[in-house]
């Protein structure tokens, strides 16, 4: 399993707008969906109680072990709310945010559409929560306002 940040209320300063009342997905859980292969819609994290969205920041998410746990729970929690069960995702054995010899084609493009260049020394000095955030910031998918105040809060503009 990847070496995951956890027990800690931690946020980046890019989603201080919403992570006072928790109302959307902080990246730290989603880095954890990634890693025990949940997918978890925000209409289900709207459904948790507030000390529910606060388990799902705190709760380790690491080892097999615990990666099972989180992931149990989270599926629990899924089914009491809705009925139904958050659909799973492929768990990548080799996260491109732990790869640190080569910075991620996406991430490379968005950074040069917002004239940006990223070097490998600065992908390497980021912590895997960062990577995982500019990974998850780049995708086309993903509301992506964000990518550029990431880049300043990790401080790779400059």
């Not at 209320?9 to 959307?24: A, H, K, P, S």
């Not at 950074?111 to 000095?125: C, D, G, I, R, Y």
């Not at 895997?128 to 306002?145: D, G, I, M, V």
Request: with cysteine.
């Amino acid at each position: 399993m990847t070496a995951i940040s956890n027990s800690e209320r931690y946020f980046f300063q890019f989603e201080t707008d919403f992570v006072r009342d928790l109302r959307c997905i902080p990246m730290q859980v989603r880095m954890k969906l990634d890693t025990c292969g949940v997918k978890l819609k925000l209409v289900h994290w709207h459904q948790f109680t507030l000390e529910e969205r606060e388990q799902a920041i705190t709760l380790p998410c690491q080892t097999v072990e615990e990666c099972q746990t989180y992931r149990q729970m989270l599926r629990d929690l899924v089914r009491a709310r809705s009925g139904e069960f958050p659909k799973d995702l492929p768990v990548d054995p080799h996260p491109l945010w732990l790869d640190e010899s080569s910075i991620p084609e996406v991430v490379c493009e968005k950074a040069e559409s917002m004239k940006v260049s990223l070097t490998l020394e600065q992908w390497v000095n980021l912590s895997p929560s960062q990577r995982f955030a500019l990974l998850k910031l780049s995708r086309p998918s993903h509301e992506n306002h964000n990518f550029l105040p990431a880049l300043r809060e990790f401080k790779l503009l400059p």
